[in-house]
């Protein structure tokens, strides 16, 4: 599933469309700001409950990701699609997010994350029914689980994520690793 | 954090064909809650009637900046002054360069610590996204106390390689640099919290 962010846009016309709602945003309309939100939001609330692995957090961040895009909009200047600038807000609001949480909890700790790996592993309360792999995603360690969606679903590379989390690419290699090792063996069960 | 590199797993490695299958299958789109919209919604354009049970969430924003924003200013000031409180007599901003630790901060750990909470700072204030919605008064009052700090810690420097016996100096480093590691991190806390 490793699309481009900006496949919001289908067409030319659609891209017209979507630089006139824009430029009516831009100018303060909400109404189009609105059809913004409708068309951008499902791609983007999926990849925050991915990155997130809880809806009620991940509904909170969506809101904070154009929230933010809509006090940003006005100074936007369109240099790349919009669905890859509303992406890159919301990755950034997950990972202040996370860099929030860790500051919160200054107990979470190398052990803390064994513990949630060693829950991924437990057999299912439900044996026998089929892998579901949004909520495996969801049971890996918060870094662990940002580095696999945004390798392995959302296509970015290992250098632009480390980038972004401002982590050690081999750090953000290993912890994919890991991550594919984890759910594969899941798809195996 | 540092994890050693997995020599097995190399990028071109890919997930595997069933894991890949299974990513594939995922959902590019979910439908978020028609209230994230509603609340949204309010906050932007700020025409919904203002509850006492559900302020509006452009509302709790400015109350939190407000407050962040006389919390960090009052850190800020508290550590300005007693930066001057505790700095020497001579001032001399040549000095306010890393360069100028002391051999024995060089191996403090507690002095490394700052430096990379720092560097954190230098970071987030350079991250366009991080810091877009930090206040402009909440990021001069840190970048204020950040610069008095150093001059305080500088003018301490000077006395002590003048008077290594300078106890007074000695206790104002450490006081310094304890009050500036407290500082950058409660306000990266609370700007990551806006």
């Known amino acids: 599933m490793t699309t481009s962010p900006s496949a919001s846009v289908s067409s030319p016309d659609d891209a017209d469309r979507e630089r006139a709602l824009v430029a009516s945003a831009q100018q303060g309309d909400d109404g189009a700001f609105g059809a913004l939100y409708r068309r951008h939001a499902p791609r983007v609330f999926a990849l925050l409950t991915r990155l997130a692995g809880d809806d009620a957090l991940a509904a909170d961040l969506l809101q904070e990701t154009f929230l933010q895009a809509w006090r940003g909009l006005p100074h936007w200047r369109g240099e790349s699609a919009l669905a890859t600038w509303l992406h890159r807000i919301a990755v950034n609001a997950h990972l202040g997010a996370l860099r929030a949480q860790r500051r919160r909890d200054a107990r979470e700790s190398a052990e803390h994350e064994m513990e949630k790996l060693a829950g991924i592993a437990a057999p299912s309360s439900e044996p026998g029914t089929r892998i579901d792999l949004e909520r495996a995603i969801a049971a890996l360690p918060p870094r662990m689980r940002t580095a696999f969606v945004l390798r392995d679903v959302e296509g970015y590379s290992y250098e632009e994520i480390a980038l972004i989390t401002d982590t050690a690419a081999g750090t953000i290699r290993a912890q994919v690793s890991r991550a594919r090792l984890l759910l594969s063996r899941e798809l195996e069960r | ?194």
């Open chain 2, 1 to 194: 954090m540092t994890t050693p590199h997995d020599p097995q797993s190399t990028p071109e490695a890919g997930p595997g064909d069933a894991l890949q299958r299974a990513i594939d299958a995922l959902p590019a789109e979910r439908t978020p809650p028609v209230a994230t919209w509603l609340q949204l919604q309010q906050a932007i354009t700020g025409s919904a009637p203002v509850s006492a049970a559900s302020p509006p969430l452009d509302q709790v924003r400015t109350n939190r900046r407000t407050l962040l924003v006389a919390t960090l200013g009052m850190a800020a000031l508290l550590a300005v002054v007693l930066a001057t409180s505790l700095s020497r007599v001579r001032r001399d901003p040549v000095n306010i360069t890393p360069s100028a630790l002391l051999p024995e901060e060089r191996r403090d750990p507690r002095v490394q610590a700052v430096i990379g909470e720092t560097r954190n700072w230098r970071a987030a204030s350079r991250d366009s996204v991080r810091s877009m919605r930090w206040p402009r008064e909440a990021r001069e009052a840190v970048e204020a106390s950040l610069a008095a700090t150093e001059a305080a810690l500088a003018s301490a420097r000077l006395s002590l390689r003048d008077d290594p016996g300078d106890a007074a100096a000695r206790d104002a480093i450490v006081e310094l640099r304890a009050k500036q590691l407290l500082m950058l991190q409660r306000a990266m806390t609370l700007l990551d919290e806006i």
